[in-house]
């Protein structure tokens, strides 16, 4: 079973920083391959948006909003993402969802963490 723990969040002034921490575990079977890490968010109000992510080869991916100030990175074996949040705006709030895609040859699956508070005070 495939689960996703997220840590990091809390309460940040503007111009601030926070990492987020998504540990993976129940991924190391050798029939199931994890195809891509990374974080979505969502504020009050608003949908669920994708803020980085990171594929198997280690190629990232940003939202337009969030580029040049957050990094997404992956330790080395791939059970642990981050997100390294630099320059905090007011309008980075939100809960921030750890998302996991992995494949096998039968299927393919989607696991989403429990969320963790980011508030970011102007």
């Known amino acids: 079973q495939v689960r996703l723990v997220e840590s990091g969040g809390g309460l940040v002034q503007a111009g601030g920083s926070l990492r987020l921490s998504c540990v993976a575990s129940g991924t190391s079977s050798r029939f199931f391959t994890i195809n891509d890490m990374g974080w979505h968010r969502q504020a009050p109000g608003k949908q669920r948006e994708m803020v980085a992510r990171i594929d198997s080869s280690g190629n990232p991916n940003y939202a337009e909003s969030v580029k040049g100030r957050f990094t997404v990175s992956t330790d080395n074996l791939k059970s642990t993402v981050y997100l390294q949040m630099n320059s905090l705006k007011p309008e980075d709030t939100g809960v921030y969802y750890c998302?996991?895609?992995?494949?096998?040859?039968?299927?393919?699956?989607?696991?989403w963490g429990q969320g963790t508070q980011v508030t970011v005070s102007s």
């Open positions: 998302r996991l895609q992995a494949g096998s040859t039968v299927s393919n699956y989607d696991y």
